[in-house]
T-cell receptor, first 109, second 115 residues
Framework: EDQVTQSPEALRLQEGESSSLNCSYTVSGLRGLFWYRQDPGKGPEFLFT?????EEKEKERLKATLTKKESFLHITAPKPEDSATYLCAVLDSNYQLIWGAGTKLIIKP | DAGVTQSPTHLIKTRGQQVTLRCSPKSGHDTVSWYQQALGQGPQFIFQYYEEEERQRGNFPDRFSGHQFPNYSSELNVNALLLGDSALYLC??????????????FGAGSRLTVL
């Protein structure tokens, strides 16, 4: 069965303290991996798409990487406004998105 | 440019009732997907509409039905509501490029509470 697991469930960091979020997956025929950000009371907002192992994408303080079994979202020198839930989703061979439960990131000033 | 708009934002129903949620996609988008998101969980795919037809469906019972109109807007209907249907219902739109990894634009959701 296709599955996406995100860890940790929650992460508290001090402002400026870099870290990484993990998204591991078991999916037949990966067609793409997506990262979204979700703020409280809002829908998810698109961040990155990765298609193949070794690919990397960057946006401001965020960098997403992909291997054959997992993806990492690295956050460098985070600011309080980076606090949100980060969701990972995988597009399977049937072109359906399988979502993880998310990592709630809290950046303390 | 308005993004995806959903209505209502919040609603409360009782068990056994029926509910209709509405979604207007982002300008230029022709495909609408509906998701259910329970508290603390990721979105669960309900179904997707393109050219006024249901193109894909997730693992949801027939109590969940939908419709897409010629202007690409969409409705989600849920009959015989259960307590477990309480959730945030998200609408997402995209531009159809055939089979592929389409980026979704989400609305803010409709928060349904079933008592």
């Amino acid at each position: 069965e296709d599955q996406v697991t995100q860890s940790p469930e929650a992460l508290r960091l001090q402002e400026g303290e870099s870290s990484s979020l993990n998204c591991s997956y078991t999916v037949s025929g990966l067609r793409g991996l997506f990262w979204y950000r979700q703020d409280p009371g809002k829908g998810p907002e698109f961040l990155f798409t990765l298609y193949s192992a070794g690919e990397e994408k960057e946006k401001e303080r965020l960098k997403a990487t992909l291997t054959k079994k997992e993806s990492f979202l690295h956050i460098t020198a985070p600011k309080p406004e980076d606090s949100a839930t980060y969701l990972c989703a995988v597009l399977d061979s049937n072109y359906q998105l399988i979502w993880g439960a998310g990592t709630k990131l809290i950046i303390k000033p | 440019d308005a993004g995806v708009t959903q209505s209502p934002t919040h609603l409360i129903k009782t068990r056994g009732q029926q509910v209709t949620l509405r979604c207007s996609p982002k300008s230029g988008h022709d495909t609408v997907s509906w998701y259910q998101q329970a508290l603390g969980q990721g979105p669960q795919f309900i179904f997707q509409y393109y050219e006024e037809e249901e193109r894909q469906r997730g693992n949801f019972p027939d109590r969940f039905s939908g419709h897409q109109f010629p202007n690409y807007s969409s409705e989600l209907n849920v009959n015989a509501l259960l307590l477990g249907d309480s959730a945030l219902y998200l609408c997402a739109s995209s531009f159809n490029v055939g089979s592929g990894a389409n980026v979704l634009t989400f609305g803010a959701g409709s928060r349904l509470t079933v008592l």
